[in-house]
């Protein structure tokens, strides 16, 4: 039975708002968790980073075996049993994980959670509508937003605009086409042609700026990655516009101007948008209780918190950053808010992120182009993984190293890497820039060898020299 009053109302079971519940109740609070799938998880659980990674392991394996004579002639197969199997072992992941998180938070006392959606009526009160349709008021002292963020689809013209995939609708498709073209160069669009191209889906990204990933990498990362899209057999049209998107029998044809001003269409079996993502604020009634939101998120300040004092927001509902590491660092952040007032702020300029492209993409803290924005003098410098030893053992003899250095402070404000096992070394590059180490910190460590993260040492020696 579901209780009327609550200390912390929290809307949202994913990453930004599950740890915050959590957390709360521990600390003696009585919490309610409303979710409207009534899962635990959010989008990165059941619709992109968790889905997506297991697409990734299963074409990584079938590309190598592939490189086999057995897997020559495993290649010649119909794909759909690989794809029959990723989307079983998709399933069971998902499953577990949700319901592992589930039994952890009924563990909790003074954690109540129900499958619902929760719609504001004033600062302290919100009627919730049940899955099973049953409607009830509650009230709270305070409350934390975390309720995600939506695929945003452009308005291309076209008669079939309605029938293009989402990356969270592919994830539920029963087969893969034979082709597809895939509107957005950002993050998800690249990782999913790589791993696509893999599984024998021949992609080709339509990207609307000047590059793929533009101002989210270094530039000089750009070059090498499009590379290596080609050479994986897919194409890519950057400063390209999408005109329209139609249908017939015999698939897709999407319509674009290309860099050049010239009007090109490709025929493709199905078309996905990667094009951004929109605050999921539907359904919440915030203009009733005067929160301030925009395209890009619901406005809070250092603290989380938003305009109505004592209501805070995390995760992909907000302006900021949007990855699943990043809202978990943000709902403990609210969390201490809520618990001993508003003493802890959130600092992004320590946030870390992997794309996990081929060869691999992590980044911490200030870009190049964000320091000298902010005011930075800077020196940057750069170590080549076609010298490493332990990048030529592997057969991944490519890719940089960026260190991004304030240059009054020796501070290394800012590490970018590129090469094929980056995620597995942005750790240190993490705890590098949020322990504000200096060239001479990193410089005094000793590395082992052979490894990549020797690459560490040896870039800081020598921008000391």
Same mark, same amino acid.
């Given at each position: 039975m579901m209780d009327n009053n609550y200390d912390v109302l929290v809307i949202g079971g994913g990453p930004g708002g599950t740890p915050a519940a959590m957390q709360l109740a521990s600390r003696g609070k009585k919490v309610l968790l409303v979710d409207k799938s009534g899962k635990l998880g959010g989008a990165c659980l059941f619709f992109g980073c968790i889905p997506s990674k297991i697409?990734?392991?299963?074409?990584?394996?079938?590309?190598? &075996?592939?490189?086999?004579?057995?897997?020559?002639?495993?290649?010649?197969?119909?794909?759909?049993? &690989?794809?029959?199997?990723?989307?079983?072992?998709?399933?069971? &992941?998902?499953?577990?994980? *949700?319901?592992?998180?589930? %039994?952890?938070?009924?563990?909790?006392?003074?954690?109540?959670?129900?499958?619902?959606?929760?719609?504001?009526?004033?600062?302290?009160?919100v009627e919730i509508e049940e899955s099973s349709g049953k409607k009830k008021s509650c009230t709270f002292e305070q409350a934390i937003i975390s309720t995600g963020s939506v695929p945003s689809i452009p308005p291309f013209g076209g008669n079939s605009v309605q029938n293009v995939l989402t990356s969270e609708m592919l994830f539920k498709q029963d087969a893969l086409p034979e082709s597809m073209v895939i509107i957005g160069g950002g993050p998800i669009g690249v990782e999913l042609? %790589? #791993?696509?191209?893999?599984?024998?889906?021949?992609c080709?990204?339509?990207? #609307?700026?000047d590059t793929i990933l533009y101002g989210i990498v270094e530039p000089e990362f750009v070059d090498g990655l499009t590379q290596k899209l080609y050479e994986s057999n897919v194409s890519v049209y950057a400063?390209?516009?999408?005109?329209?998107?139609?249908?017939?029998?015999?698939?897709?044809?999407?319509?674009?101007?290309?860099?050049?001003?010239?009007?090109?269409?490709?025929? *493709?079996?199905?078309?996905?948008?990667?094009?951004?993502?929109?605050?999921?604020?539907?359904?919440?009634?915030?203009?009733?209780?005067?929160?301030?939101? *925009?395209?890009?998120? &619901?406005?809070?300040?250092?603290?989380?918190?938003?305009?109505?004092?004592?209501?805070?927001?995390?995760?992909?509902?907000?302006?900021?950053?949007?990855?699943?590491?990043?809202?978990?660092?943000?709902a403990h952040i609210a969390a201490a808010s809520i618990l001993k007032g508003n003493v802890q702020k959130a600092d992004f300029s320590k946030n870390s992120w992997v794309l996990f492209s081929e060869p691999e993409i992590a980044s911490v803290g200030h870009t190049q182009a964000e320091a000298l924005h902010n005011g930075y003098e800077i020196i940057t410098g750069s170590y080549n993984f076609e010298i490493d030893a332990t990048a030529q053992i592997s057969g991944n003899p490519f890719g940089l190293l960026k260190f991004v250095v304030d240059k009054k402070t020796q501070q290394i404000i800012g590490v970018h890497i590129f090469t094929q096992g980056a995620a597995s070394i942005i750790g240190e590059a993490a705890l590098i820039v949020s322990r504000k180490l200096t060239l001479q910190d990193v410089a005094q460590a000793i590395h082992p060898h052979p490894t990549l993260t020797e690459a560490f040492g040896i870039i800081a020696i020598n921008m000391l020299a």
């Open positions: 697409i990734k392991y299963a074409a990584d394996e079938y590309a190598l &075996i592939s490189r086999t004579a057995y897997g020559r002639q495993l290649a010649l197969q119909d794909t759909g049993v &690989i794809w029959k199997n990723i989307r079983a072992t998709m399933d069971r &992941i998902l499953s577990s994980r *949700s319901d592992a998180a589930l %039994q952890r938070v009924n563990r909790i006392k003074g954690l109540t959670f129900v499958a619902g959606t929760a719609r504001f009526v004033s600062n302290h009160q042609a %790589q #791993m696509l191209a893999k599984l024998n889906v021949k080709t990204i339509i990207e #609307m700026l400063s390209s516009k999408v005109l329209e998107i139609e249908r017939s029998d015999r698939g897709f044809s999407t319509s674009f101007i290309d860099a050049h001003g010239d009007t090109q269409t490709i025929q *493709s079996q199905q078309v996905m948008v990667t094009a951004g993502r929109l605050p999921n604020v539907k359904d919440l009634n915030l203009e009733a209780i005067g929160i301030q939101f *925009s395209h890009s998120g &619901i406005a809070v300040n250092e603290y989380l918190e938003t305009h109505v004092k004592g209501i805070y927001a995390t995760g992909d509902v907000i302006q900021g950053p949007k990855f699943a590491h990043t809202a978990t660092y943000e």
